[in-house]
């Protein structure tokens, strides 16, 4: 069973840059939509970015023109792309993966916005 494996999480200061990486470790047919999610302490998880197979992309209010997500659908990976980030930024983010089938969750990777 295909699994998702994160990366690229960690602590940056105010105005940093990081960029987080999704990759299936088996194979997934059909997807049709990539996306991230976030989740803060005491807070919903609530949609980042999504991205479809044509490269169609939609941005939460609160990340436009900061964040950038991208995908490479040869190998199903997607990519987040962080600019300019800010302490409200402080979540754990998850990748989802959507295929016809069912939909797939990476387990989390934590991402700290503090000087």
């Known amino acids: 069973q295909a699994q998702l494996v994160e990366s690229g999480g960690g602590l940056v200061q105010p105005g940093g840059s990081l960029r987080l990486s999704c990759a299936a470790s088996?194979?997934?047919?059909?997807?049709?939509?990539m996306a991230w999610y976030r989740q803060a302490p005491g807070k919903q998880r609530e949609l980042v970015a999504r991205?479809?197979?044509?490269?169609?992309?939609r941005y939460a209010d609160a990340v436009k023109g900061r964040f950038t997500i991208s995908r490479d659908n040869g190998n199903n990976t997607v990519h987040l792309q962080m600019n300019s980030l800010k302490a409200e930024d402080t979540a754990v983010y998850y990748c989802n993966v959507n295929s016809i089938v069912r939909a797939y969750w990476g387990q989390g990777t934590q991402v700290t916005v503090s000087s």
């Open positions: 088996g194979s997934i047919a059909n997807i049709y939509l």
């Open positions: 991205i479809t197979t044509s490269g169609t992309t």
